[in-house]
């Protein structure tokens, strides 16, 4: 199964609204991190956050993790076009790093 | 200048036949990582190893076979390719393990017919 299963599967939006997307895992892990791929190409690593952390920043991205809930978001502020892509949470656990199945973010000008 | 390489980018063959991929990575990262990612766009590890050494085999048939020559080299050779094993794989690189960012290549898009 899945450690980590992202919601929505898909989200469109207009330029310039914030997008939201969450992360649910089963086990205890030693960090979550959030990918982002555009059409055609690889993952590009955007955040790692630790169990020991519950926010992070980075840039217009913001990432939270509640260890409790087993659950991350990924918060991206003012959207671009050029956001538009899938968006992968991998929960780390031991020396096992599991993907996610996605969300597709389409961001519309 | 790119980090993690891989080539083909794509691949078109026939059922039965044999290929591979190779993966060069210049980070001088320490793992390397074979993911598969399927139409869904579900990504799956399928290997992983730490300096040229097997650390991560997951349930892949055993037609796959990944080879390191060097830390800075993954190949991934598939004897006897079915209609199943179309699919994009990813060559990814870490600095140390999958505590450390993924740095992935631009993925090959496998096709058998």
């Known amino acids: 199964s899945q450690q980590g299963e992202e919601d929505p599967q898909a989200l469109s939006i207009q330029e310039g609204e914030n997008a939201t997307m969450n992360c649910s895992y089963k086990?205890?892990?030693?960090?979550l991190q959030w990918y982002r791929q555009n059409s055609g190409r690889g993952l590009v690593h955007l955040i790692l956050?630790?169990?020991?952390?519950r926010e992070k920043h980075s840039g217009r991205l913001r990432v939270t993790l509640d260890t409790s809930k087993k659950s991350s978001s990924l918060l991206i502020t003012a959207s671009r076009a050029a956001d538009t892509a899938s968006y992968f949470c991998?929960?780390?656990?031991?020396?096992?790093?599991?993907f996610g199945g996605g969300t597709r973010l389409m961001v519309k000008p | 200048d790119t980090a993690v390489s891989q080539t083909p980018k794509y691949l078109v063959t026939q059922m039965g036949n044999d290929k591979s991929i190779k993966c060069e990575q210049n980070l001088g990262h320490d793992t390397m990582y074979w993911y598969k990612q399927d139409s869904k766009k579900f990504l799956k590890i399928m290997f992983s190893y730490n300096n040229k050494e097997l650390i991560i085999n997951e349930t892949v048939p055993n037609r796959f076979s990944p080879k390191s020559p060097d830390k800075a080299h993954l190949n991934l050779h598939i004897n006897s390719l079915e209609l199943g094993d179309s699919a994009v794989y990813f060559c990814?690189?870490?600095?140390?393990?999958?505590?450390?960012?993924?740095?992935f290549g631009n993925g090959t898009r496998l096709t058998v017919t």
């Open positions: 956050i630790r169990s020991n952390e």
């Open positions: 086990t205890s892990i030693n960090n």
């Open positions: 991998a929960a780390v656990a031991g020396n096992m790093l599991t």
């Open positions: 990814a690189s870490s600095q140390v393990t999958v505590n450390s960012p993924l740095h």
